[in-house]
């Protein structure tokens, strides 16, 4: 599976982004899918992720209710749309992806990983 991430830029605090991935190759639904993102000096950490079906999503408490996570497995894409976006959410995001029923909740357990995306929040 290869992964292309897009959409981020710049924004200002309380501003709006939607970031997107497409995924190559015809198995994307049999997937878990998810976001992390990596500030400078920081370790990779989990954003969000999402089940095969879209069905469960799951997120770390510094953007729950905040951001959303989703998927169309009709075009192979992953989305996270980003609200009430704060400068500590700057870092690059990037989209991964696991295999089987697994859910990419953790760095450890994503199989693939697509080249990131930056995003800057100012305040």
């Known amino acids: 599976v290869q992964l292309q991430a897009s959409g981020g830029g710049l924004v200002q605090a309380g501003g709006s982004l939607r970031l997107s991935c497409a995924a190559s190759g015809r198995t994307f639904s049999t997937y878990g899918m998810g976001w992390f993102r990596q500030a400078p000096g920081k370790e990779r950490e989990f954003v969000a992720a999402?089940?095969?079906?879209?069905?469960?999503?799951y997120y770390a408490d510094s953007v729950k209710g905040r951001f959303t996570i989703s998927r169309d497995n009709a075009k192979n894409t992953v989305y996270l749309q980003m609200n009430s976006l704060k400068p500590e959410d700057t870092a690059v995001y990037y989209c991964?992806?696991?295999?089987?029923?697994?859910?990419?909740?953790?760095?450890?357990?994503?199989?693939?990983w697509g080249k990131g995306t930056q995003v800057t929040v100012s305040s």
């Open positions: 991964a992806a696991v295999g089987g029923m697994t859910i990419p909740t953790h760095a450890r357990l994503v199989d693939y």
């Open positions: 999402i089940n095969w079906s879209g069905g469960s999503t």
